[in-house]
């Protein structure tokens, strides 16, 4: 393996320096960092999942820097994706954890986060995330070249590497960016038709049957696929179908706690909202430690390697060839110990000693499990929100062990749960990006150095973007269910109060475990299960797209490849146009505006589902527009 690596050439060898930390490069990409990181905070809350923005962030930057600013330098692409998917890292890790302080504000038990306490979280597991991933480098990027795929990472360099189709590939993105913002406007805005059609099945008491017609579930759908879409389905076919009609036949006129109604009385949302998301939290819980026993031979792999990776980069500190040099060591030591101090000592940090040590040793731990797992399987599939669900239960546990109750216990928790949240997703994106710049020939300081850029704009949006979602629409309600986060209260809770349905949580942990014997993937099954059935079937529609896309007859393997990238790209922008317009409509709607028309001019719900056929179609036909293109 030594041998293999030691032959591999980047595109740009180590002894040419061609532009790369510039100042074009960096602004492009602290623009793209907040936008991603926006429009991912808004979908992550929504659907309870974010996509990786690092390829839609290299076709915008190569449209951007070569068709519009006549410059040719692939490595500042580059850093532009670097800086930009950061945005969508920090989103993510911030986004399952931090709204339950919105959540508990709301129920009047504590006061709402400060900014400056968001901006704390997402900085500090930023910036960890960063540096526990600089000595993972050598071991994860350059010695298991060959053996760690890393998808995203390789196929972010594949795109970079094509940059003379920079532009039109950037105007796809464009395209489809606008496309959903305008049916974003419509539909949620002016309210010209709905974004949600469903229907209570009267014959079939405690069930419902709809679907949520919005670009964002179309681009989850077809980025993650059929398996991932029909998994989800499965698990809301499953709640919506099975158990909550079964809940309505044999509950009849009992008053069943958390609910404090007769179940005769409840309509199929408030069946979902009492109980199947207790059920659905087990479940998701449960498939968060699954995935990290099944990982577990992995993680112990990925800490030998780290150590033998620290003690060989002591012997070769000497190295002066770019393409090797990493921020220094000791720098980032003393950077280290000033964050714990920091951690444990400023007051915007509602956390003890104790948890200012179980941030550094569980921010390592999960950070190496993280770059390990994108290496294998990518970001999509890296399981964040399950590192965070056993970071929760043990921290709650060892606070509530160590005297730190009550609500400085529930706050401490979920503090600590988001640095290492953001930690996690930091640290696998960073690996990606590594990644692609060790393929390409990139500087690794000056990435790493972007990453931190990328983390620190992205922090200090964070905190505006949730404060404006949660003034316009509230976690935990029908516009933003806030999945992970209201999860994670409940834990929370029920460790510190002991108040938790403990019956319907262990119900949600059997049922993962049977899924998980049965070898069906348990996360997406359990977020589907915890979701409105409207929703997964909204990305079912994107799913089912893919899948007759990657089934094309009379056309050859690198066309139907080429349709299918064209239809992620495509998608990456509904997904990211949604997002900001939902940004837009949440500010509209905190001032108060009311910019309903549909007493103008309404097309009912028949007319929704045909608007929803024309997104369909055109993503069909951004796929299949250019199939005889030789």
């Not at 449209?63 to 945005?87: H, K, P, Y």
């Not at 958390?258 to 199947?276: C, D, F, Q, R, V």
């Amino acid at each position: 393996m030594s041998n293999k690596n030691s032959d591999f050439k980047p595109y740009i060898p180590a002894d040419r320096v061609v532009p790369e930390f510039t100042v074009t490069s960096i602004l492009i990409g602290i623009v793209l960092a907040i936008v991603f990181g926006a429009a991912n905070a808004y979908l992550g809350l929504r659907v309870g999942m974010t996509i990786s923005a690092s390829i839609p962030a290299a076709v915008v930057s190569m449209g951007v820097i070569r068709i519009i600013l006549r410059r040719d330098s692939i490595l500042e692409n580059n850093l532009v994706q670097t800086i930009g998917s950061a945005g969508e890292s920090v989103a993510a890790g911030a986004i399952f954890t931090l709204p339950a302080l919105f959540l508990w504000a709301d129920d009047g038990i504590i006061d709402p986060p400060s900014l400056l306490t968001i901006f704390l979280v997402a900085l500090v597991g930023g910036v960890l995330g960063v540096i526990f991933m600089v000595p993972l480098r050598q071991a994860l990027i350059v010695e298991e070249h060959g053996t760690l795929p890393f998808p995203e990472g390789t196929a972010c360099a594949e795109v970079l590497l094509a940059g003379e189709e920079g532009g039109s590939k950037a105007g796809i993105v464009f395209s489809g960016l606008g496309v959903a913002a305008l049916y974003k406007l419509l539909s949620d805005g002016f309210q010209f038709f709905p974004s949600e059609i469903g229907h209570d099945i009267a014959s079939y008491k405690g069930s419902s049957v709809g679907i949520q017609v919005l670009p964002a579930l179309v681009g989850v759908g077809y980025i993650c696929g059929p398996k991932i879409s029909s998994y989800m389905l499965a698990g809301g076919t499953l709640s919506w179908f099975v158990i909550m009609p079964l809940i309505a036949l044999f509950g009849a006129d009992a008053t069943v706690f958390p609910g404090t109604a007769p179940i005769s009385a409840m309509a199929p949302n408030a069946l979902w909202s009492n109980y199947i998301k207790y059920i659905g939290a087990g479940a998701v819980a449960t498939g968060g430690i699954i995935s990290l026993i099944k990982s577990f031979p992995l993680i112990l792999r990925t800490f030998k390697q780290a150590m033998s990776s620290l003690s060989h980069k002591h012997t070769s500190q000497g190295s002066t060839l770019r393409t090797q040099q990493d921020l220094p060591m000791p720098a980032l030591l003393v950077v280290l110990v000033i964050i714990v101090l920091a951690i444990w000592l400023v007051p915007a940090f509602p956390v003890s000693p104790i948890g200012a040590l179980i941030v550094v040793i569980f921010g390592f731990f999960f950070a190496t499990v993280s770059s390990r797992m994108v290496g294998l399987i990518g970001s999509s599939n890296n399981p964040v929100s399950g590192m965070a669900i056993a970071t929760i239960i043990i921290t709650t546990l060892l606070l509530k062990g160590t005297g730190t109750t009550g609500t400085q216990g529930m706050i401490g928790a979920i503090a600590i749960g988001g640095i290492i949240c953001v930690i996690a997703a930091i640290a696998g994106d960073c690996s990606q990006d590594l990644k692609t710049g060790f393929i390409l020939g990139a500087t690794p300081k000056k990435q790493q150095l972007a990453e931190i850029v990328g983390v620190i704009v992205s922090s200090a949006a964070i905190g505006f973007v949730l404060y404006l979602l949660n003034e316009a629409w509230s976690y935990g309600g029908e516009e933003l269910p806030a999945p992970q986060a209201t999860m994670m209260r409940m834990l929370v809770e029920g460790i510190m109060n002991a108040e938790l349905p403990w019956a319907m949580i262990l119900t949600g942990v059997g049922i993962a475990i049977v899924v998980e014997i049965l070898k069906v993937p348990v996360m997406p099954f359990a977020v589907g299960m915890y979701l409105p059935f409207s929703l997964s079937a909204g990305i079912m529609s994107g799913g089912i797209v893919r899948w007759f896309m990657e089934r094309r007859k009379n056309v050859s393997d690198e066309e139907r490849k080429e349709s299918v990238d064209r239809g992620v790209l495509y998608t990456s922008g509904l997904i990211a146009g949604e997002g900001l317009m939902g940004i837009v409509l949440a500010a509209i709607a905190a001032l108060k505006m009311d910019i309903n028309m549909s007493e103008i001019l309404s097309i009912g719900k028949i007319g929704g589902l045909v608007v929803f056929c024309l997104l369909l179609a055109s993503l069909v036909y951004v796929c299949t527009k250019n199939k005889k293109k030789s």
